[in-house]
């Protein structure tokens, strides 16, 4: 069929008077139509299709005409909602509307059953690219809300007005806590968020600007990291990292609140260690700059104090007792700190056994005052590994002036003081002046210079005779440091002795010194002349517990006699360890070593301590020496009472710094076995005094060695 002439018309109409004239104009308007139209009769059989159903179905109306529908196409009589459709339209008379799926064609329709008279009239639209862009739609949709559920952030979007749009799982289910904001669908966010600034959030009042800004357009993204105080059941905090952007470039946005509790906890802890001591909880170098700096900002006009407190002797107690002893007297000195200082004051720890307090609005003489305090903190021993053990400290004090800016100025000043008043002995405090500085970049210099004088060995070594009161023979010398400066001429031992011992540089001269001492000894020896070399030796170097060793190598080296070797030590540094000084001592004597206590009567040993130690002379101090007036019989009785006690432990008793014939006398008469001193001879370098040992072979009755000239 090509034309709507040919085409057959609907077998009844609107009504039995309209008449075919009426049909064919009904029929003629329906072929323009674009829509797919066929009528059906009572039997549900096909009576008229127009143009556009021949096109759709690919079939002439011809071959359509006269057969039953549901026989011609199958699925439509599969189909319920068709089947429905039909039945309903016609009897209710009422148009019927469905969409449905035509897989022959592979297509979707919409369809509309229209009711004429005893027929029904079905017009069908191709809806597919409709429905395909609305499945897309759909698709988008339920994968946008699977994207939000999936999030674990709380997320909105909002519309161009501020309202919640849509709210994703995390923000319908996990409410917050009262009196943070929320919100549902149909909510104006942004005036919740203006009502919580108002009740006084000012994180609230920063997320309303915020929105406000970025959908009025005049910003591209919104952040902000806000706390909700109270909202954990802990009692603490909650921390949120809110985040807003446009969607596509459009007016709506998209909120998210992301709980950032654990890690902004974890910073503050990360920020809080970087700032205080692990093992005592005070503030660190670190921690000890800010409130410094914060103090000297806070009090221009006030002045700041600065306490620098260094315990003595720390390092004993982590050798003796353990680094766990130490490590609770550490904490236990921090407690006792904290409880002493005032609620402005900051104690602080720098490392080891360094302590700070930072005193605000506290002049010098206030600062003077905190030192006796804390020196007090001291008073009572501490409990450690199961007995009391006595502590003392030694504090540096400095105080801001007019120009004091910056916190490592303060410390370092403190820390200046605190050495000066160490190296005058322990339990003292100092307060800083500019002469402690230079005295210690003095120090400074002697250490640097040092080290080099160890690589150079610009040691010399001077003689000081050892004279047997019972011959009036020399006997021995007694090696006597000295450094030969390049620059700065002679150093005498007071001034470089302690900064070798700080230093750690004192194991390294001493070993030169015994290499050295014990060369010259061969050599007096192989001249004629043999005598016993006396060495002192430091307390750190008998710590060490390599002077065994190092005192067995050089008399290998020298090729000298252990028994004209004489190893001098003070008297306190035998006594802070006995058990390790006489396991020492008891082994070089095995070897024929000797072994004397210098500076005897200056400590604070025991008899018992004296008697226990194996010792071969008492070399007498000169302090008791000295003062011996011809008119006063007091020293003199001290003096013999040494004597004696030396003579009952079997040891020589050689008595120091005679400097006067009445003083050698009163060493002659209480009992004294040897002496040394400038009324014998001076200190002599091994040139000068080897000829005048040789001359004094060949004379008799002649005790005292000249002087040499000048």
Known sequence: MSGAAERPRPASGPSAGSGPAWRDRVTDALEMVSEAICFLDAEDRLTWLNSAAERLLERPAGTLVGRAVWAEFPELGRSHAAVTANREARRTGTVQHLEMFAPTLDR???????????????????????????????AESSLLRAVLNALPARTAILDADGTILTTNTAWQERRPPAGQVSGDRGDDYVALCRAAGRAGHRGAQAMADGLEALLAGRTRSFSLDHAWPGARQSGGETWWHMQAFPVDDGPRVVVTHTDITDRVSAEQRQAWQARHDHLTALPNRAG??????????????????????????FKQVNDTLGHEAGDLLLRELASRLAHRTRPTDVVGRLGGDEFVVVARDCPAAGGLHLAERFRAVFDEPFELAGSRLPVTVSIGIASSGPGTTRPEDLLRDADTAMYAAKSRGPDRHLLFTPALRTELEERWQVASGLREAVLLEQFTLHWQPVVDLATDAVVGCEALLRWEHPERGRVPPAEFVPVAEEKGLIEAITRWLLRTAVEQGAAWERAGLPLAVGVNVSALHLASGTLVDDVLGALGAGRLAPRRLVVELTETSLTSDPEQAAAQLGELRRHGVRVAIDDFGTGYSSLATVAALPVDTLKVDRSLVSGLPEDRTVPQAVLGAVAALGTALGMDVLAEGVETPAQLAAARRVGC????????????TAAELTPLLLAGRSRTGVPCLPAPPG
């Open 108 to 138: 979707w329709f919409e369809v509309r059953v229209l009711p004429v008279e005893d027929d029904v009239a079905v017009f069908f639209r191709d809806v597919h690219e409709r429905r395909a862009l609305d499945d897309e739609r759909a």
């Open 288 to 313: 000890l700059h800010e409130a410094i700096s914060a103090a000297l900002a806070e009090e221009p006009g006030g002045a700041v104090t600065v306490l620098f407190m260094d315990v003595d002797g």
């Open 673 to 684: 076995t040897h002496a040394q001193g400038f009324h014998l001879s001076r200190p002599l």
